[in-house]
């Protein structure tokens, strides 16, 4: 991967908020002193995660959290994305938890930034119900009841668009339904749950919210009309049906008639509360062409025959060890034109996820791929986009969803066996990074 990593980074602007991001399920464990997840109950099923592992220890961040606060507070973030737990919060004393690591981040000089709902929905309970966003309301007060004294900043959702598409659509995530386009529902009631949790926030005083929205450049496979509209369509699904409803208070058009709505311009009210910021979610673009009959692949995941459209292999770019294409300009292109579509419409944008997965302590890869991604940002910025903040995802390895333990994107190695932690090459170059910025 060419890199410019060995020459200082351009300046970001002062206050510029630099984090690292983590999600409850993916490190606390802990599970039997928490209620069940629908990620628990899929998990438990032969052959969903790729190798046969649970969420069930993780990295114990539940017990550990003083060592990673530690590991924080080395590191020289400004801030710690990290989720709360609904199922946890839903048991007795689960709550607690976060008020401890809330203090042990604020007595480090750490800023918390919790994101309030991270795909670990309580076995109960069901996207496909509209009152599963009411009952998503209820939990968002109740943690800013306990928290916000000592929390600013706050996220409602993350990657509703992947919850929906992998976890109901195509199944391969949890709760493992294969739902194709029956899926809808799903995304509306989440937009709906934002929209409740925005309200939740703001009765509780909160006055500094956001959400962490996953969005890449769509890029047809050809000029030709069928790949371009195939494009055009996959770019409706994944990118303007979870951020036009938010920022224009209306779904792209021929998608709103299909929500389960009474009253979907009531609906579109509650969605569309004003935001104080926009998170991005990036990893790379997608290269969409006209369906080929056939099952297709994006990232690992099986994209089936029967979808409007087929996801290509995008040529000539190094990969990360997911597979994923290594694009830092499509990070640019994706603000900019982020900003050429919603105008003033557009809150001020902080990237809320970005990193890469590859093994090993020296991971220079990894330092060349957040430079590259970090010098893009600053590009963008240089073309006036408002951007405030940047989050690596993650600071530690992790369980990686349906891959299991096969994925490390972690700025700090962890031992599942000892659990040891053991900060990366990469590491300790973003604590250079981030005291070259001050």
Not at 67 to 92: I, K
Not at 263 to 286: F, H, R
Not at 354 to 381: K, T, V, W
Not at 390 to 403: G, I, K, P, Q, T
Request: glycine share 8%; proline share 7%.
């Amino acid at each position: 991967m060419a890199t410019d990593a060995g020459n200082p980074l351009p300046r970001f602007p002062a206050g510029f908020l630099w984090g690292v991001s983590t999600s409850a399920h993916q490190i606390e464990g802990a599970v039997d002193e928490r209620g069940p997840s629908v990620w628990d109950v899929f998990t438990a099923e032969p052959g969903r995660v790729k190798d046969g592992s649970t969420a069930a220890v993780a990295c114990d961040h539940y017990h550990r959290y003083p060592e990673d606060v530690a590991l924080l507070a080395g590191l020289g973030v400004d801030a710690y994305r990290f989720s709360v737990s609904w199922p946890r919060v839903s048991s007795p004393g689960g709550l607690d938890f976060y008020d401890r690591l809330v203090d042990e981040l604020c007595a480090a000089g750490v800023r918390p930034v919790p994101t309030l709902f991270h795909w670990d929905l309580p076995a109960s309970l069901d996207w496909l119900e509209r009152d599963t966003a009411s009952r998503f309301a209820d939990h968002v007060s109740v943690v800013a009841e306990r928290l916000t004294d000592r929390v600013g900043k706050w996220i409602t959702l993350n990657e509703p668009a992947e919850h929906t598409l992998l976890g109901h659509a195509l199944g391969v995530h949890a709760p493992g339904r294969r739902l194709l386009f029956d899926a809808l529902p799903v995304a509306h009631h989440q937009l709906l749950a934002h929209g409740l949790a925005v309200r939740a926030l703001r009765a509780a005083g909160a006055a500094d919210i956001g959400i962490a929205n996953s969005h890449g450049p769509t890029w047809p496979a050809s000029a030709d009309p069928a790949d371009t509209e195939a494009a055009d369509f996959y770019d409706t699904l994944l990118n303007r049906l979870f951020a036009d409803p938010i920022l224009l208070g209306e779904y792209p058009a021929g998608l709103g008639e299909l929500m389960p709505a009474a009253d979907l311009s009531a609906d579109l009210k509650v969605i569309a509360e004003p935001l104080d910021w926009y998170g991005v979610n990036y990893y790379a673009p997608t290269l969409v062409g006209a369906p080929l009959g056939t099952e297709t692949e994006f990232g690992g995941v099986p994209v089936p025959a029967e979808l409007p459209f087929s996801v290509r292999e995008i040529a000539d770019r190094p990969r990360t060890d997911f597979g994923w294409p290594v694009v830092p300009e499509g990070l640019t292109e994706l603000l900019c034109g982020f900003r050429e579509r919603y105008g003033d419409r557009l809150p001020p944008i902080v990237i809320t996820e970005n990193g890469c997965s590859y093994e090993g302590l020296d991971d220079q890869e990894r330092i060349a791929y957040l430079d590259a991604h970090l010098r893009a940002l600053h590009d963008a910025l240089t073309a006036g986009v408002d951007v405030r903040g940047y989050f690596v995802w993650s600071l530690m390895d992790n369980f990686e969803w349906a891959e299991g333990y096969a994925r490390r994107f972690g700025l700090v190695h962890v031992d599942y066996e000892t659990l040891e932690r053991v900060p990366k090459a990469s590491y300790h170059w973003f604590r250079e990074v981030l005291r070259a910025q001050r």
